[in-house]
């Protein structure tokens, strides 16, 4: 369930955070749209992960009348506060690509969308590699969360296991194993695409 | 012919007028900070707030489209831009497929032009393998697949050894019926390729050279050429040096007193 929440919130949060990192990026400004996902951005990372639980768990389901699964939620609200952070990730790394990128691509007839797909974002991927691996690790270890609305995940199955078994020590220490793994196995991964990806083969 | 009338950008050029015919190689000279990047970038339509006309075959340039726009002006930057995670074939390749070209008939235009810059054997390399010299013909090949009628060089010379300088002048006159554009203040280069020339000074059109007349020393012109020629002998004497602050004309102007320490502090 861990994994699942993980993926789930990883994918809504790399959707949105790049669309909106791309709409706050200095060379794509768009009048009222881009200050408005700035603000956007401003709030899901200045509210904690905890509190956005709270409200997309309890409040939102009775602002609007529907009801919402634990593991909808806990995607929903860690996508929604993750995409914050990608969003000044992808911005960061989209202001560092020298503006002279741009212009050559301009000047050989490429349109704004065609430069962003062609020329700006694969170099830009390559920058932003590493902070995207943090901000899953930070996802993946967010997760623990999310067992405070009843999600049954690798930190909630510990707790269980411990309320019964009376034995927190080797336990605790298996689940932080658990998510030592899991960190290391992310590492490895972002390392080898990084490499994979990089200009210059080492 | 491409001409530019009373362009003005902001504070930076005021009131340029001037044209660019076909088959010459025009030159836009000045010292740093004189406008000649400037006026390049608002012919590329890099720089949009001008005012003023910039005219392709009496069209305004501001009103093609990007396809027209390519096959009117191409444009090769001082710091090249080549994108660096593609090989020297995609650079050159990808604008002719955004055109609406096969991926191999984009392939074997780029070929041909790669081969006639002596290219062709770096054409699967990525640009971070190329010396200063071949990233340079790298981009004049990707200016040149889109088949401009004018080409634009922005200060061309300042990363290149005399060697490759000595090559890219033989490119450019391959050059055939292609209207270059050069801004540079590189004067022993600029004295080997002059057809016609423009002076800038503060953002405006001091003097123009039209490869008639004769260069007067007393010109602005005349004495930018000069001044550099001497200042180059004076930082790294030569063989020629004697022979050059022995001509009448240096002697008179500037060789002979700082040669000698003969200054006016003294």
């Given at each position: ?81 993750s ?9 960061g790394?989209?202001?560092a690509?020298?503006?002279?990128q741009?212009?050559?691509?301009y ?5 704004n969308?065609?430069?962003l797909?062609?020329?700006i974002?694969?170099?830009m991927?390559?920058?932003?590699l590493?902070?995207?691996?943090n901000?899953?690790d ?45 960190s ?6 972002a ?7 990089s200009?210059?083969k080492? | ?21 076909e ?7 000045g ?6 990047t400037s ?33 009117a ?18 650079n050159?390749?990808k604008s ?18 790669l ?26 090949a ?30 450019l ?28 000074e ?15 020393l ?21 063989r ?8 009448p ?18």
């Amino acid at each position: 369930m861990t994994i699942q929440v993980m993926l789930g919130a990883a994918a809504l949060s790399f959707t949105i955070g790049l669309v909106m990192g791309i709409l706050s990026c200095n060379r794509l400004k768009i009048p009222i749209l881009s200050p408005l996902v700035e603000a956007i951005a401003f709030v899901y990372r200045a509210v904690p992960f905890y509190v956005q639980l709270l409200i997309v768990y309890f409040v939102l389901p009775d602002l609007l009348g529907f009801n919402l699964e634990p593991f909808s939620a806990s995607v929903i609200s860690l996508g929604m506060c993750s995409a914050g952070y990608v969003c000044q990730i992808v911005r960061g790394g989209l202001n560092a690509i020298p503006i002279a990128q741009w212009e050559a691509a301009y000047v050989l007839g490429y349109n704004n969308l065609n430069s962003l797909k062609i020329v700006i974002l694969p170099q830009m991927l390559r920058h932003v590699l590493p902070a995207f691996n943090n901000e899953l690790d930070s996802l993946l270890k967010s997760t623990a969360v999310v067992s405070s609305i009843g999600m049954l995940e690798l930190t909630r199955m510990g707790m269980n296991i411990v309320s019964r078994e009376m034995e927190p020590v080797p336990i605790y220490l298996t689940v932080a194993l658990f998510y030592l793994g899991m960190s290391a196995l992310l590492n490895s991964a972002a390392r080898l695409i990084e490499k994979r990806i990089s200009y210059v083969k080492s | 012919m491409l001409k530019v009338k009373q362009l003005s950008l902001r504070q930076i050029i005021k009131e340029i007028s001037l044209e660019v015919p076909e088959e010459k190689i025009t030159l836009l000279l000045g010292k740093s900070g004189s406008g000649k990047t400037s006026l390049l970038r608002c012919i590329a339509q890099l720089e949009k707030e001008y005012t003023g006309d910039i005219l392709y075959d009496n069209q305004p340039l501001s009103s093609l489209t990007a396809q027209e726009r390519c096959q009117a002006i191409g444009f090769v930057p001082q710091f090249f831009a080549l994108f660096p995670h593609m090989t020297i074939l995609e650079n050159c390749a990808k604008s002719l497929q955004l055109l609406g070209e096969s991926k191999e008939s984009a392939y074997e235009k780029v070929r041909k032009t790669l081969d006639s810059l002596d290219m062709g054997k770096f054409a699967d390399r990525k640009p971070h393998q190329l010396s200063g010299g071949q990233q340079q013909r790298a981009v004049i090949a990707r200016a040149l697949v889109l088949n401009p009628a004018f080409l634009l060089f922005d200060e061309p010379t300042s990363a290149l050894d005399p060697e490759n300088t000595k090559l890219f002048i033989e490119i450019l006159r391959s050059f055939k019926g292609k209207g270059i554009l050069i801004a540079t203040q590189d004067m022993t280069f600029a004295e080997q390729v002059l057809d016609r020339a423009y002076f800038l000074e503060n953002g405006c059109l001091i003097e123009e050279y039209d490869g008639t007349q004769s260069l007067p020393l007393e010109s602005k012109l005349g004495r930018f050429f000069d001044k550099e020629l001497v200042k180059k002998y004076l930082v790294s004497p030569s063989r020629e040096l004697d022979e050059r602050v022995n001509s009448p004309i240096l002697q008179q102007d500037y060789a002979v007193p700082r040669l000698h320490g003969d200054n006016t502090r003294d």
